[in-house]
């Protein structure tokens, strides 16, 4: 064998141990597979078919970039192929966090050779970019509907040859909510025009009802839309022969005797073949809303997701089904977490918790390590929650561990660095200089969001600032609120690790699951800061 051959088969056995090592597999590589299909928080999902490809995209709040896309060719397997907003918009609005704030419950579809997104920000308005090819380039941001407290848009383009747009109402800014509006839009989808009609009201038992997708199939007009709120809630399903209505209702999804609770907001998708399947989130408390795929069967006009097993006529979600057939077997695809670092870009899965500036962080120019800059801390700092610079991705299992190498180069007192655990909760093992030393901390801080301050957990003097550093999290059964535990430990070599710290309950943040990640901050302002170099997160 060849020295090039050789680290030729060298490369493909570590991206097969890559693969392998990753946390959450849902194919079960039998003609199956198991729910959650992505163990990992891609809130308020939504799917479209364009021939044989798959592409979804979901919530991504206030952080960027937003907006991600994720193909798949069997539906089952994923892969996250990039984001249509490399800024929120507006752009100076967002450059501070906006916890909550920014992209809620997107559609995408696909119309006349290119592909639309359609979100509602609830403070500005409904939102649309497109784009011929689904890694890019996405247009600019179009204002289509402007307006306070617009919510969950969703276009559609009818055989009458017009477009028309669902959407609801946000009560945290409207004041009114629970029902589900319609209105047309010109042609290209650009701007909403006329007036706005109620298409349904869910006042009679169906409160919060949002998230509408707009669909036709057959002879009816199709709107599918939860009811009951994120974590207890179902799925409505609603039709009519025309589509300003009336339109007539059932519920087709909801928790029944499984342990699936919530089970809505989501997306229906037919297949060439004509099966027809469900998307839907289960909110997870710390790990976020992660995604389930129901099979789905038309009974009497109405789609039932999941197995109607009690008789009831409203389907319950599934734990492992016979995978959508496709034409040909796809090989198992996991979503990627771990990132060496080692070339110019860093991976997808990485987003900042607002607009970043390019000082927050970069690769290195001769390819090995990530730098992030000890960037000066607010005047008026409380907590971590307050800044743009958190460099996080999700947490992609029940069980996992994330390490990770670095080097930590302080200058100014206050510099500290680390691997965070990120929520209305935190925290994180790192180094920080104190006095002129460096020393290994844990601080944990708990109800970020509404003021709490950071606490120290435990602290040590270290004369090494090349460190690994870990977190374990598993998950805790049966627990109503706080179903994670993290454990942090650290390494002088890489080999042996030591727990340091207490364990930490990971709780979610404003609207999206916990986040785990790197930071580098100060307290000092100077005009050459410290900073830390990241050789390697690694996730298994």
Known sequence: MTAKSFFTFLSVLLVAATVQAQPWNADLGNGKYKNPILFADYSDPDVCRVGDDFYMTASSFNCAPGLPILHSKDMVNWELIGYALEQQYPIDHFKTPQHGN???????????????????????????????????????????????GLIDAC???????????????????????????????????????????????????????????????????????PAGGVKPGWQLAMRSKNIWGPYEMKVVLHQGDTNINGPHQGALVVQENGDSWFYHFQDRWAYGRIIHLQPVTWVDGWPIPGVDSNKDGIGEPVAEWTKPNVGKTYPATPLVTSDEFNTHEWGLQWQWHANPEVYFGYMSANLGYLRLNCIQQPEDYVSLWQLPNLFLQKFPAPDF???????????????????????????????????????????????ARTGGTEEEQASIDIDQKEIYLRVTVKHVPNSPTHDAVATFSYSLNGKRFKDFGTDFQPAAGRWIGAKMGLFATSSTLTNDCGYVDVDWFRVE
């Open 401 to 447: 561990t994330a390490t990770t190498k670095l080097n930590f180069f302080n200058h100014e007192e206050g510099d500290r660095t680390g691997l965070l655990i990120m929520g209305e909760d935190y925290s994180y093992i790192g180094l920080k200089q104190v006095d002129g030393a460096v020393k290994l901390v844990q601080n944990t801080c708990i109800k």
């Open 102 to 148: 920014g992209v809620w419950a997107p559609s995408i579809r696909y119309h006349e050779g290119e592909l639309y997104i359609y979100w509602g920000d609830p403070d500005f308005g409904i939102y649309m970019v497109k784009a011929k090819d689904p890694k890019g380039p996405w247009s600019e941001p179009v204002m289509v509907k402007e307006g306070k």
């Open 155 to 225: 276009p559609i383009w009818a055989e009458d040859g017009k477009a028309y747009m669902a959407y609801a109402f946000a009560g945290s800014r409207a004041g009114v909510k629970t029902v589900i509006m319609m209105t047309e839009l010109t042609a290209d989808g650009t701007q909403a025009i006329g007036n706005s009609v109620m298409v349904f009201d869910g006042h009679d038992g169906h409160t919060t009802c949002e998230g509408a997708k707009f669909y036709q199939h057959g002879d009816y007009y199709y709107i599918m839309a």
